[in-house]
């Protein structure tokens, strides 16, 4: 699976337009200036995203606006990169 830059990201909530974050190069991942990109590969449940059945994921982009103005909305997930890359790289070493 391969994403691309998208330079034209657009607010889930208000439309609110946003560059790519990534300039220049091709990443494996996006990014939205002034936002935050939700990669999905659908959930099971769902009847309109549900990428075990049809195999069709799912992008969102929210602004940071309408993330800071909905933010009692949302859970947040405190994320030690540290700690992940330590845990990948312990993976890898394991299957070395
Ligand atoms: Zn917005």
């Keep these: ?3 691309k830059a998208n330079p034209n990201h657009v607010c889930f909530k208000c439309g609110h337009k946003m560059e790519s974050a990534l300039q220049g190069e091709e ?3 996006d990014a939205a200036a002034d936002g935050v990109v939700f ?3 659908g959930s099971y449940g769902s009847m309109a995203y549900d990428s075990v059945v ?3 994921g799912v992008n969102l982009v929210v602004c940071d ?3 800071k ?3 009692n909305r949302l859970q947040e997930i405190k994320i030690n990169f540290k700690e992940l890359n330590k845990m990948l790289k ?3 070493k394991s299957h070395e």
Excluded: V, Y
């Design 65 to 67: 606006e309408c993330l």
């Design 27 to 29: 990443f494996f991942w």
């Design 39 to 41: 990669h999905g590969g």
């Design 1 to 3: 699976m391969e994403i």
């Design 54 to 56: 049809n195999d069709i």
């Design 69 to 71: 103005k909905n933010k």
């Design 90 to 92: 312990n993976k890898e």
